[in-house]
Protein backbone atom coordinates (compact mmCIF):
# COMPACT_ATOMS: atom_id res chain seq x y z
CA UNK A 1 0.00 0.00 0.00
CA UNK A 2 1.17 3.29 -1.25
CA UNK A 3 1.50 5.12 2.66
CA UNK A 4 4.15 5.74 5.14
CA UNK A 5 4.58 6.81 8.54
CA UNK A 6 7.00 9.90 9.36
CA UNK A 7 8.62 10.42 12.26
CA UNK A 8 9.45 14.35 12.74
CA UNK A 9 12.16 15.66 14.72
CA UNK A 10 11.06 17.64 18.16
CA UNK A 11 12.68 20.57 19.64
CA UNK A 12 12.02 19.92 23.04
CA UNK A 13 13.52 21.88 25.99
CA UNK A 14 12.26 22.50 29.56
CA UNK A 15 9.39 24.60 28.20
CA UNK A 16 7.79 22.13 25.95
CA UNK A 17 7.81 20.56 22.73
CA UNK A 18 8.10 22.42 19.32
CA UNK A 19 7.94 20.40 15.72
CA UNK A 20 8.37 22.44 12.61
CA UNK A 21 7.38 21.07 9.62
CA UNK A 22 8.91 22.74 6.09
CA UNK A 23 8.90 23.00 2.34
CA UNK A 24 11.14 20.53 0.94
CA UNK A 25 13.14 20.24 4.03
CA UNK A 26 11.34 17.65 5.93
CA UNK A 27 7.90 17.56 4.02
CA UNK A 28 7.73 14.83 1.56
CA UNK A 29 5.82 17.23 -0.99
CA UNK A 30 5.35 20.93 -1.59
CA UNK A 31 2.86 22.00 0.42
CA UNK A 32 -0.57 23.91 -1.35
CA UNK A 33 -3.33 23.41 1.40
CA UNK A 34 -3.65 22.60 5.55
CA UNK A 35 -6.99 21.67 7.02
CA UNK A 36 -7.94 19.86 10.53
CA UNK A 37 -10.60 18.54 11.74
CA UNK A 38 -11.86 18.69 15.43
CA UNK A 39 -14.60 18.49 17.50
CA UNK A 40 -15.74 15.29 15.81
CA UNK A 41 -18.86 13.79 17.84
CA UNK A 42 -18.76 10.18 19.56
CA UNK A 43 -19.09 7.51 17.20
CA UNK A 44 -18.53 9.44 13.90
CA UNK A 45 -16.81 7.73 10.88
CA UNK A 46 -15.53 10.48 8.07
CA UNK A 47 -13.39 9.73 4.86
CA UNK A 48 -15.10 6.93 2.63
CA UNK A 49 -13.48 8.73 -0.22
CA UNK A 50 -10.50 7.87 -2.61
CA UNK A 51 -8.75 10.84 -4.24
CA UNK A 52 -7.27 10.39 -7.91
CA UNK A 53 -4.42 13.04 -7.88
CA UNK A 54 -3.52 14.47 -4.21
CA UNK A 55 -0.77 13.45 -1.65
CA UNK A 56 -1.70 14.19 1.84
CA UNK A 57 0.24 13.75 5.11
CA UNK A 58 -1.89 13.52 8.38
CA UNK A 59 -0.85 14.36 12.00
CA UNK A 60 -2.79 13.82 14.55
CA UNK A 61 -1.72 16.94 16.97
CA UNK A 62 -3.99 16.62 19.86
CA UNK A 63 -5.78 12.93 20.91
CA UNK A 64 -6.17 10.33 18.63
CA UNK A 65 -7.80 8.77 15.80
CA UNK A 66 -7.67 5.80 13.82
CA UNK A 67 -7.78 5.46 9.94
CA UNK A 68 -9.02 1.96 7.86
CA UNK A 69 -7.15 2.11 4.84
CA UNK A 70 -8.06 -0.08 1.63
CA UNK A 71 -6.19 0.19 -1.61
CA UNK A 72 -8.62 -2.65 -3.44
CA UNK A 73 -6.01 -5.62 -2.50
CA UNK A 74 -4.86 -5.41 1.31
CA UNK A 75 -6.52 -2.97 3.99
CA UNK A 76 -4.49 -1.87 7.06
CA UNK A 77 -5.83 0.26 10.43
CA UNK A 78 -3.32 2.79 11.32
CA UNK A 79 -3.74 4.27 14.60
CA UNK A 80 -1.89 8.10 15.21
CA UNK A 81 -1.88 9.18 18.45
CA UNK A 82 1.26 11.45 18.26
CA UNK A 83 1.77 15.10 16.96
CA UNK A 84 5.69 13.68 15.94
CA UNK A 85 4.31 11.36 13.77
CA UNK A 86 2.78 11.76 10.61
CA UNK A 87 0.73 9.10 7.62
CA UNK A 88 1.70 10.18 4.70
CA UNK A 89 -1.32 8.99 1.80
CA UNK A 90 -0.02 8.83 -1.77
CA UNK A 91 -1.62 6.50 -4.15
CA UNK A 92 -5.27 5.15 -5.09
CA UNK A 93 -6.55 4.43 -1.00
CA UNK A 94 -10.03 4.30 -0.03
CA UNK A 95 -9.89 5.90 3.80
CA UNK A 96 -11.83 5.95 6.61
CA UNK A 97 -11.32 8.04 9.94
CA UNK A 98 -12.66 6.70 13.09
CA UNK A 99 -12.18 6.63 17.03
CA UNK A 100 -11.59 10.16 17.01
CA UNK A 101 -10.93 10.88 21.09
CA UNK A 102 -12.93 13.71 22.00
CA UNK A 103 -9.44 15.91 21.96
CA UNK A 104 -8.26 15.31 18.63
CA UNK A 105 -7.33 17.46 16.03
CA UNK A 106 -6.25 15.80 13.29
CA UNK A 107 -5.03 18.17 10.78
CA UNK A 108 -3.49 17.49 7.37
CA UNK A 109 -1.19 18.90 4.95
CA UNK A 110 -1.68 18.74 1.35
CA UNK A 111 0.14 18.99 -2.35
CA UNK A 112 -3.40 20.10 -3.78
CA UNK A 113 -5.74 23.07 -3.30
CA UNK A 114 -9.38 21.55 -2.68
CA UNK A 115 -11.20 20.01 -5.52
CA UNK A 116 -14.33 18.12 -5.40
CA UNK A 117 -13.34 16.48 -8.78
CA UNK A 118 -10.32 14.68 -7.19
CA UNK A 119 -12.55 12.84 -4.67
CA UNK A 120 -13.72 9.23 -5.64
CA UNK A 121 -16.74 8.93 -2.82
CA UNK A 122 -18.29 5.58 -4.70
CA UNK A 123 -16.68 2.47 -3.41
CA UNK A 124 -17.40 0.56 -6.91
CA UNK A 125 -15.90 3.71 -8.48
CA UNK A 126 -13.30 3.20 -6.64
CA UNK A 127 -12.26 -0.80 -7.54
CA UNK A 128 -13.39 -0.10 -10.79
CA UNK A 129 -10.62 2.52 -11.19
CA UNK A 130 -8.09 0.07 -9.11
CA UNK A 131 -9.38 -2.79 -11.60
CA UNK A 132 -8.18 -0.26 -14.27
CA UNK A 133 -5.16 0.68 -13.39
CA UNK A 134 -4.27 -3.35 -12.63
CA UNK A 135 -4.87 -4.28 -16.45
CA UNK A 136 -2.68 -1.17 -17.95
CA UNK A 137 -0.22 -1.99 -15.72
CA UNK A 138 -0.39 -5.86 -16.37
CA UNK A 139 -0.37 -4.84 -20.48
C1 LIG B 1 -9.31 13.32 3.30
C2 LIG B 1 -9.63 13.13 4.72
C3 LIG B 1 -8.47 12.65 5.53
C4 LIG B 1 -13.32 22.23 1.83
O1 LIG B 1 -14.08 23.16 1.51
N1 LIG B 1 -11.97 22.38 1.70
C5 LIG B 1 -11.10 21.39 2.06
O2 LIG B 1 -9.87 21.57 1.92
C6 LIG B 1 -11.62 20.15 2.56
C7 LIG B 1 -10.70 19.01 2.97
C8 LIG B 1 -12.98 20.03 2.70
N2 LIG B 1 -13.81 21.05 2.34
C9 LIG B 1 -15.27 20.92 2.52
C10 LIG B 1 -15.92 19.82 1.69
C11 LIG B 1 -17.07 19.37 2.56
O3 LIG B 1 -18.18 20.22 2.34
O4 LIG B 1 -15.49 20.53 3.90
C12 LIG B 1 -16.56 19.63 3.99
C13 LIG B 1 -16.13 18.34 4.70
O5 LIG B 1 -15.22 17.61 3.85
P1 LIG B 1 -15.22 16.03 3.73
O6 LIG B 1 -16.60 15.51 3.93
O7 LIG B 1 -14.54 15.65 2.45
O8 LIG B 1 -14.31 15.62 4.99
P2 LIG B 1 -13.74 14.19 5.37
O9 LIG B 1 -13.36 14.27 6.80
O10 LIG B 1 -14.66 13.10 4.98
O11 LIG B 1 -12.39 14.02 4.49
C14 LIG B 1 -11.30 14.90 4.65
C15 LIG B 1 -10.77 15.37 3.30
O12 LIG B 1 -11.85 15.92 2.54
C16 LIG B 1 -10.14 14.26 2.50
O13 LIG B 1 -9.41 14.78 1.41
O14 LIG B 1 -8.47 12.60 2.74
O15 LIG B 1 -10.24 14.26 5.36
Not at 82 to 103: A, C, H, V
Request: one cysteine or more.
Amino acid sequence: MDIELIEFDVKGDKRGSLIALEDGVNTPFDIKRCYYIYNTKQGVRRGFHAHKNLQQLAVCVSGSCRFFLDDGEITQDITLNTPNKGLLLKGLIWREMYDFSDDCVLMVLADQLYDESDYIRNYHDFQNLVQQKTTTRHE
